[in-house]
Each structure stands twice: as structure tokens, then as C-alpha cells.
């Protein structure tokens, strides 16, 4: 090895802790990205696969009823390229060991042979057989929920009557590798699952023989999706169709398409701050080393080393900590990259694989190296210009004078060491700036770290306490008259009931349009408040619409504009309409009337879908025992139960998540003020030696140099704080999909937590710097006065 | 004494500019050096002595004049023949040693011979130096005298044509300043490297083949010594 390399290894050995400190830093945001681009690519490439190999279907609809004939003028459609028809029925489920009532949704199977399109997958057990009338396949989610095994029973409200579903597998379909009940926000594995049924059987009981009442369709490659629903819906509008709609809205897929997405805005978003982070680290670590290197890099240049070997000899340096952190990163990413996809394998139920790329490998090096040779560059531009003669002498003493809070004739308030720590900050306001960035920054990212759990619970507050205050909701099978909610408020143990009614519609607004379900409400009613951003209640008008905000940005509308209300159900009407204002909602896209209102506009008079109830605890399991037995009940949707199920999914996924990054953020936090306190350090070694030669103490000298690493510090949490808050900004923005928005909330305890670590950071580091302190070379002052 | 000069200045000045005053360092310049020759350019601080040798030495550019190094101009030289040029022509030695810490003297010297074309091991480099048993020494384990021989190997195992030292006994006291001026002889008798020593030490004069006096930037006179006093006879 040549000498120069020697001196490099040296160099880097001299330097390890802060090498080791960055390194790691770069090794964090590889690893990010390594593991987010890898799990995204493999969950994609799953998504794909699986699609593909199940037959998902590209167009959904569901109708009343319709003579199974009716497909093949369906199929008739240019660019539908396969047709399936079905039975789908939503029932009431006593799910042994489950208190409150679960919601099924039945869907039909051929007893022979495969579904034409969304196969499904049997986990375990075996395939349902003909002429055994009450066997079911459950979706993998409910039965795991529910603890269900093949051989269980679930009783179910069919038709008005109570019957057996046997279980004799648990299976999977593209259809439902994301469950949602219509209506819900959250997924709710526990109350709400998919059942496979024989078709004929199902028919039966349903009175759908010959008939249907869903359907998917597949479509040519090229065909337009908008063109054959438009088609689709014309054909179904005579036998009540709901309205056709493709993949993009299809709940399970959106869902999980979705997620895909957040995971590669996670590959994107993090190896930028975490790269962004580790450049700013080495450049200020750099252009420390070359201004103490002054010397020997005009040695090495009166010598005969050119410019460019001297500044490679640096970048070196820089690529050597960055491909170190690469590697490191690179194959940690790589481990957790499984890890992940697993979990989500977990979470979505579908056949997953882990396929890691060797381009994204070669891509997060790359991030680091390029992260690292621009972070470098003008630092190494510095020794690449440095005039061999003036290297020669040391750099001239800096320029100091009496700060401003001196020349205001304060400086009697502070002590001397007080004003040298206020001078040094002064005389270096760039390295003074950069460093209260740099350890801002790692505070900045520590909130992000927190990003989710307080936006969750504000969510959970704002959806489950104040907007919807009713204890349970119940859905029924079909819109009912008046009567029907009378005999719930006759239920034991409902205080109080108020009536809603769901009607689908499509929207338009110009070129927009949305296919969404109109919510009536009661006015003046209390178990259901809509609110604006600012939490206030926003009252029903009599006429026109309240628009949920994500659907009046995707429509383009606001207060005042008109939109068309083409109505999927019954007489099928088309009317214009007033956006009457705008309701704040983190899930889903939702428009809202005036129950009164809506009826007359579905012309369907006094009907209702379903009610909210202030139930009295007392008498809970009396009501769950009357509403299992309910006919026409076809899901009843418990709050606690709701809260308590979500809790458990978000926790488990997101607290691995959550965890990672938390990790990381404190890598970063301690990276930046531990490097920032070395340099100091480094910097005022030679004076602070002195002071101790002319008489300073330890502690006194500690003073000085922690003074001004505290003072930095407490500059740069509060900057921190406000970054932090910018960059969630940030991230919810890129989060903000039709599904769900992630308000930005940010508890103090999350304030607390950033700020509390990175002040950790600053007392490990000082403590490092102190002890360093202690062992300062006082001789090495008196010889050569470089 | 050859007849042909390695180095041919004529007219240099240097003036740098500070802030808004300009300081001249060299103020017209007119001097030879010969193959082999023994130079001591003698001046009191500020004469421009460490001036003209970073010009010669390839460190700094003339603000006017010309250098001629044999035959080539070294006032045209660019970046690239400059750099080449001190890769393998000159050797420098400066006051305060200059030594890379992180490497061993013999590591120093091969710093060098990795990138000199008709260069000596370093091994053999610091012989000449009469430091073989010092090869594996960190510079923070050697005194202040053995440092600077580390840099004379250093410089000349090159085989350079120059040999130019600036103070290279400033920093020391006498006894292990006369060892230093005994190894830079040495280098100067055997390898018969022109070499020139700056010093505002005038007992050191007293060794050298000539004497070039500088006095605010000029040359004030030049003494050429009848008889040359060996290093070890010198005394301060």
C-alpha cells in the first residue's frame, strides 16, 4: 500500500468514533431505502402475481336482480373480455365467543370447478362439496380473528332464518386481501368477514335461482374502463344496478395499492433527510480535518502530489465512511426488507414473496457515494486550491471583537468564560448556523419518527368521539320503511335511535365524477355530528349537499358550486344540486342530506338503510341476542369493538415502523451532536490548553467549550421543533390518498420526546468531550508555534 | 563549477497584495545557482529570502522576471509542469519539519518515492541520514532533530537536482543543529545536489560555496568563500 493510503487508514483510525458516527448515519438511510424499495417492489410484484394468477377481476357491479342471461349480453360489450355472475348477500353472524354481532358477506361459488374470475385460494382444509348444504370457505382474516378452524360453526341470520355455516376451509381471494366493511373506515378483521358459499345454494335461500345480483368482468388489454362501465351501467340501470366501478375503487385493492404506495414514498422521503443528514456531517467533519491538515496537504503538494491527487486523497476519506455505511446499510436493509414484507404478508393476506433488487442495492450505494461527494465537494475544493506556499503558514488568528450583546453594554451580566463561549459563536456564525441546523435536523427527524400515532388518535377521537356518538350502528338488508325503525327503538336496551339512509350515487362535476353513497341524516340529530377542520358542528342545510373535504378537492368543488346527482338506485333520477359546505373527514370520500331531503330525491318516501344507537350498557347482550336473531339486520357495527380491533391492527403494524425509524432518528441525533461537539472540541484544543497552562481549571475550561455546545443546542431544538412540524407537513401530504388523511397532530409528549433525546445526545456527547478534556496536551502547546 | 547555471533569475519581483496595501517581497532579483553548489542565502526576517525560495522551488509564481531552470522557463510553467517539476527535480526542507504524524519516518519518505521516477528506498534514503534505526518511529517518537533528518531523507530520496532548506536548524539548539547541517553536507558532497539554505544564522555561512546576502528584497552582495568550514566545526 502506498504511503498517502497509509495515511488515509491513519487518518480514518484517528477519527473512528465520528467516522463511525456518520457511517452509521449513512448506514441508516440505506437501510431505509433498501428496505422500503425492496418491500415495495416485492409487495407489488406479489400484488401483481397474485392478481394475474387469481383471475382479479378489472370491473365490479352489483344489481338487484337480473336473469343470468343477462351476462352474455354483458360479455356482448366491446372489451369485456370474461364475465362472472354471482350471489352476494350480506347477513348477521353469531360468531361463537364473540359478544356483539359480526356481519358476513356471502358470496357464491360454482359447486364445480373454479370461479371464472377471483379464484380463491384454500389456506386450509378443503374445498366446499356439492349437495352438503351449509359448508362455507371463510376469508383467512376472520377466521384468524375469531380464532375459527375448519369444523367450527358460525350461526348466521339467512333470509329470516337462523342457520348453521359449517366451515370446512379458510381461504384467500384478490377480492378481500384487504377487508372493509361498506360504510366502515378501518378494517375490523373481528366483526366483519367473507364467506364462500355454493351458488346454488345460496341462490336458493335468496331466491336468486337463475339469477344474480353481483358481477365482475375482466377486460381486454386496451379497453377502455370507463367506456365499458358506462356501457355496464346502461345495461344494469332496468334490474337496479348500483353503479359499475373498476380496480382504482375497488376497497381491498385501494387499499393495499395504496400502502405500496406509502412504502415507496417511505423509499423516497427517508434516504434524502437520512443522506441529506450524513453529506451535511461530513462536510463540516472535512472542512475541520483539511483546515488542520493545512500544513501537510502543502507538504504533500511541495512534493509533487498534484491537485487532483490531493483532493482524491480527501474524497477518499468521504467515500470510504460513506461505501462503509452503504455496505452496512445495504445488507441490513436487505435482512429488514424481509422482515417487513413478512409483516405485511401478515397483515395482507395474500401469497407475498421477498424479491430484493440488485438495482436497488446498486442504487442506495450509489445515493450514498453521490450524498457523499457533494457533501465533500467544497470542502475538498478547498484543499484542491490551497496555494502550496501559503499552506505553508498556519492560518492567520481570526478576526474576534465584542459581540452585540457587549456592545449593548451587557457584558458586565456575563463572566469571561460566558463571553468567549458569545465571541466564538459570534466570530463563526456559518459553522455556529450549521451546526444548530445539523442537530435541529436530527430533532426534526426524531418527530418524524413519532409521525402517525398522534395523527391516529386524534382520528380516533375525532371519528369515534365526536362525530359519530352513537354506541352501535345497524345496517339493514335493504332500505326499509318507517316501521323498521320502529321496531329497533322497540329493541331492549336502545335509549335512543336515529334513522339514516345510504343512497349510491355518482357525482359529476364537470369532466370529474365520483361513484360515492350520499349519507341522510336526521337534521338537528345527535348521534351523528358532522364537523368542519376546526372541530365546530356543521349543521345540515335543508337542500343541497355537505361534501366531505377529499371529495370536494377530488371534484374540484366548493361551497356555492353545483354538482349532478345521478342517483344508482330505484327510479335512477338525475338532478342538479347546491354544495351546500364542506365536512372535515380523515376516511373515505362521503357526501351528506338532510334524510328528508334525500328521500325526496331517491323518491323513495319515508326509508331508512340502517340506524344509529345510544344503547344502555346494562342491557348490551340482551340487544346483541335480539339483533342476531333480527332478520332484517344485515351488520351491526359496535363502537367499543370497532375502536378496540382497530387499536390492534394499527398497533401491530405500525409500531414495527415506528420503531425503525425512532431507531434511526436517534442514530442521527446522536451522529450530529456528538460530531458537532468533536469539532468544537477539536477547534479550541490548542486555547483551551493554553488557558489551563495560564491557570483555568478543568471545570472551567468544561465551561467554555459545553457552554457553547449547550448554547447550540438550545438554539436548535426549538428550530428543530418547528422543522419537525414542516416536514410531517410533508409526509401527510404524501400520504394524502382518497382512503385515508393523516391530519397532522403532534402531541406535546412527541415535542417532549424529540427534544428530550436530543438534549441525551448533547450530555452523552459533552460527557465524551469532557472526559477528553481531562487528557488535553498541555506540553504540546509550548513547542512549535504553528 | 560548470558554467551553465541550473537555475537564472532575472528581475523577479513579488509583491503581495494585503487588503489594500501591497507589500513588495522581492523587488528585482538577479541570481545563478550552479550544479553541486553550496548556497546560503543569509537575510534578517522579512529580507525575502523564504520568497525567492518558494519561487525556485516551484511553491509560488513571480509577480515579474524570469526563472530559467536549465533551459526551461519556469515562469510559463502551468500547474502540471509545476507540480512535475517538484515531483521530481526539488527536494524541500523546512523549519518546522513538516512531517505527516500518522506515518512512520520510513512511510514519510516513501510518500515521495511513490511518486518520483528515479527515486532511492527510503530505507536507503534515511541512511544517508544516519537514521536506520529509527525506520518504524512515529514523528511524535523522535526529537526534533531526528525529525528534521527524516525530512532531508525525505527530500532527496528523489535523487533531486535542488536541494532547498528553509531554516532547517531554527527550531533546534546547536548540537542537533550541526548533526542536521552534517547530513545535508553529506547530501550535497555525494549526491552532488545544488542546494541552497536559507538562515538568518551568519556561522552557518561559513560552510557554504557561496553566500548571497538579501536585504529588503534585494541582493545586497554576494560572498564567495575561499575555504568551506566542515558542519562540525561550526559553533553558535
Redesign the interface.
Known amino acids: 500500500m502506498?504511503?498517502?493510503n497509509?495515511?488515509l487508514i491513519?487518518?480514518l483510525l484517528?477519527m473512528k468514533s465520528q467516522a463511525v458516527a456518520i457511517g452509521l448515519v449513512v448506514a441508516s438511510g440505506v437501510a431505509l431505502y433498501v428496505m422500503s424499495a425492496n418491500t415495495a417492489r416485492s409487495l407489488r410484484e406479489s400484488q401483481q402475481a397474485y392478481y394475474d394468477h387469481a383471475r382479479f377481476a378489472d370491473v365490479f357491479a352489483s344489481l338487484k336482480r337480473a336473469p343470468k342471461t343477462l351476462a352474455h349480453q354483458v360479455a356482448a360489450i366491446p372489451g369485456v373480455a370474461r364475465v362472472q355472475t354471482r350471489v352476494v348477500e350480506a347477513v348477521t353472524l353469531d360468531v361463537p365467543g364473540l359478544a356483539e354481532p359480526a356481519t358476513g358477506r356471502l358470496v357464491s361459488v360454482p359447486e364445480r370447478g373454479r370461479p371464472v374470475l377471483n379464484d380463491i385460494h384454500l389456506r386450509r382444509g378443503r374445498d366446499i362439496e356439492p349437495n352438503r348444504p351449509g359448508e362455507v370457505l371463510v376469508n383467512e382474516g376472520f377466521a384468524t380473528a375469531n380464532g375459527l378452524q375448519p369444523g367450527d360453526t358460525v350461526g348466521a341470520v339467512i333470509n329470516g332464518r337462523r342457520q348453521d355455516l359449517r366451515i370446512v376451509g379458510i381461504a384467500m381471494s384478490p377480492e378481500c386481501i384487504m377487508v372493509v366493511a361498506p360504510g366502515d373506515m378501518f378494517p375490523d378483521d373481528e366483526h366483519y368477514g367473507v364467506f364462500w358459499m355454493g351458488e346454488r345454494e345460496l341462490a336458493s335461500v335468496f331466491d336468486l335461482e337463475g339469477a344474480f345480483n353481483d358481477l365482475n368482468l375482466t377486460l381486454m388489454p386496451g379497453a377502455s374502463v370507463a367506456e365499458v362501465i358506462r356501457r355496464l351501467d346502461r345495461l344494469l340501470a332496468p334490474y337496479g344496478g348500483a353503479g359499475a366501478y373498476g380496480r382504482k375503487e375497488q376497497v381491498s385493492n385501494t387499499y393495499l395499492s395504496d400502502e405500496i404506495t406509502g412504502v415507496e414514498t417511505m423509499a423516497r422521503i427517508s434516504p434524502m433527510i437520512f443522506l441529506g443528514v450524513a453529506a451535511f456531517l461530513l462536510n463540516i467533519v472535512l472542512a475541520r480535518v483539511i483546515t488542520a491538515q493545512r500544513?501537510?496537504i502543502?507538504?504533500?503538494?511541495?512534493?509533487?502530489?498534484?491537485?487532483w491527487?490531493v483532493g482524491f486523497h480527501f474524497m477518499k476519506l468521504a467515500l470510504f465512511i460513506a461505501v462503509g455505511g452503504a455496505v452496512t446499510g445495504g445488507a441490513f436493509g436487505l435482512w429488514m426488507g424481509r422482515g417487513m414484507t413478512n409483516l405485511y404478508a401478515s397483515f395482507y393476506r395474500f401469497p407475498t414473496g421477498y424479491y430484493p433488487d440488485f438495482t436497488v442495492m446498486l442504487t442506495g450505494f450509489l445515493l450514498s457515494v453521490a450524498a457523499a461527494s457533494l457533501g465533500v465537494l467544497n470542502a475538498v475544493q478547498r484543499a484542491v486550491r490551497l496555494?502550496?506556499?501559503e499552506a505553508?503558514r498556519p492560518e492567520p488568528p481570526a478576526a474576534f471583537r465584542a459581540t452585540l450583546i457587549e456592545r449593548i453594554g451587557l457584558q458586565r451580566w456575563f463572566s469571561s468564560s460566558a463571553r468567549m463561549t458569545m465571541r466564538n459563536l459570534e466570530r463563526k456564525p456559518w459553522a455556529a448556523a450549521l451546526s444548530i441546523s445539523g442537530i435541529a435536523l436530527a430533532a426534526a427527524i426524531l418527530m418524524v419518527g413519532n409521525f402517525g400515532q398522534d395523527s391516529v388518535n386524534y382520528m380516533m377521537e375525532f371519528q369515534f368521539e365526536k362525530s359519530l356518538r352513537a354506541d352501535m350502528t345497524v345496517a339493514l338488508v335493504e332500505a326499509s320503511s318507517g316501521r323498521a325503525l320502529q321496531n329497533i327503538r322497540h329493541l331492549p336496551g336502545v335509549m335512543h335511535a336515529e334513522p339514516y339512509r345510504s343512497l349510491s350515487v355518482r357525482l359529476r362535476a364537470g369532466h370529474r365524477s365520483r361513484r360515492v353513497g350520499i349519507m341522510g341524516l336526521e337534521g338537528g340529530g345527535d348521534l351523528y355530528h358532522l364537523l368542519n377542520v376546526k372541530e365546530e358542528q356543521v349543521v345540515l342545510p335543508p337542500e343541497g349537499l355537505l361534501l366531505s373535504d377529499k371529495l370536494a378537492e377530488l371534484l374540484d368543488v366548493g361551497a356555492g358550486d353545483r354538482v349532478t346527482v345521478e342517483v344508482l338506485e330505484g327510479a335512477r333520477p338525475v338532478r342538479q344540486m347546491p354544495v351546500a359546505g364542506i365536512v372535515t373527514e380523515f376516511a373515505g370520500v362521503t357526501a351528506y342530506m338532510q334524510l328528508s331531503a334525500l328521500n325526496r330525491l331517491s323518491r323513495e318516501g319515508n326509508s331508512l338503510s340502517g340506524a344509529f344507537l345510544a344503547v344502555d350498557p346494562d342491557q348490551q347482550d340482551a340487544l346483541f341476542a335480539s339483533l342476531k336473531a333480527t332478520p332484517r339486520v344485515a351488520g351491526v357495527s359496535v363502537k367499543e369493538a370497532a375502536i378496540a380491533s382497530f387499536r390492534k391492527t394499527m398497533q401491530s403494524s405500525m409500531l414495527q415502523m415506528r420503531l425503525f425509524m425512532i431507531f434511526f432518528s436517534c442514530i442521527i441525533a446522536f451522529g450530529v451532536v456528538y460530531n458537532s461537539a468533536r469539532i468544537s472540541l477539536a477547534e479550541r484544543s490548542r486555547e483551551l490548553a493554553t488557558l489551563r497552562i495560564i491557570g483555568f481549571t478543568r471545570a472551567e475550561i468544561s465551561m467554555i467549550l459545553l457552554g457553547e455546545i449547550v448554547v447550540i443546542t438550545l438554539l436548535a431544538i426549538p428550530l428543530g421543533l418547528a422543522m419537525g412540524y414542516g416536514l410531517m407537513q410533508l409526509m401527510a401530504q404524501a400520504m394524502n390518498t382518497e382512503l385515508y388523511r393523516i391530519p397532522v397532530v403532534i402531541s406535546r409528549s412527541s415535542y417532549v420526546f424529540s427534544a428530550g433525546v436530543v438534549m441525551v445526545a448533547t450530555l452523552v456527547s459533552s460527557l465524551i468531550v469532557r472526559r477528553k478534556l481531562d487528557h488535553l496536551d498541555l506540553v504540546s502547546v509550548l513547542k512549535?508555534a504553528? | 563549477m560548470s558554467p551553465k547555471p541550473v537555475f537564472q533569475t532575472s528581475g523577479i519581483t513579488k509583491i503581495y497584495h494585503m487588503g489594500e496595501v501591497d507589500v513588495p517581497a522581492l523587488r528585482g532579483v538577479d541570481v545563478q545557482f550552479f550544479k553541486g553548489e553550496f548556497v546560503v542565502l543569509l537575510g534578517p526576517s522579512g529580507s525575502g529570502k523564504s520568497t525567492l525560495m518558494n519561487i525556485l522551488g516551484g511553491l509560488d509564481v513571480p509577480t515579474a522576471g524570469t526563472v530559467h531552470y536549465g533551459d526551461r522557463d519556469m515562469t510559463a510553467f502551468g500547474d502540471a509542469a509545476l507540480t512535475d517539476y517538484r515531483r521530481n527535480h526539488v527536494g524541500f526542507v523546512f523549519q518546522f519539519y513538516n512531517l505527516i504524524p500518522s506515518l512512520t519516518a520510513r512511510e514519510n519518505v516513501a510518500l515521495v518515492t511513490d511518486i518520483a521516477e528515479n527515486h532511492m528506498a527510503p530505507e536507503e534514503a534515511l541512511e544517508m541520514v544516519d537514521l536506520t534505526d529509527r525506520l518504524d518511529h512515529f514523528p511524535s517518537q523522535m526529537s526534533g532533530g531526528e525529525q528534521q533528518r527524516v525530512a532531508i531523507a525525505r527530500a532527496i530520496a528523489k535523487r533531486p537536482e535542488v536541494l532547498l532548506c528553509d531554516e532547517p536548524t531554527g527550531a533546534l539548539d546547536m548540537q542537533t543543529g550541526i548533526i542536521v547541517l552534517e547530513a545535508i553536507e553529506r547530501v550535497n558532497r555525494e549526491l552532488n545536489t545544488t542546494t541552497a539554505v536559507i538562515t538568518h544564522n551568519a556561522v552557518i555561512a561559513s560552510m557554504a560555496d557561496r553566500v548571497i546576502y538579501l536585504l529588503d528584497g534585494k541582493i545586497s552582495k554576494i560572498v564567495q568563500n575561499e575555504t568551506k568550514v566542515a558542519a562540525a566545526h561550526l559553533t553558535w
Open positions: 502506498n504511503a498517502l497509509l495515511k491513519r487518518d484517528a500544513q501537510q502543502a507538504v504533500l503538494k511541495a512534493f509533487g502530489y498534484d491537485r491527487e496555494p502550496a506556499a505553508m512549535a504553528q
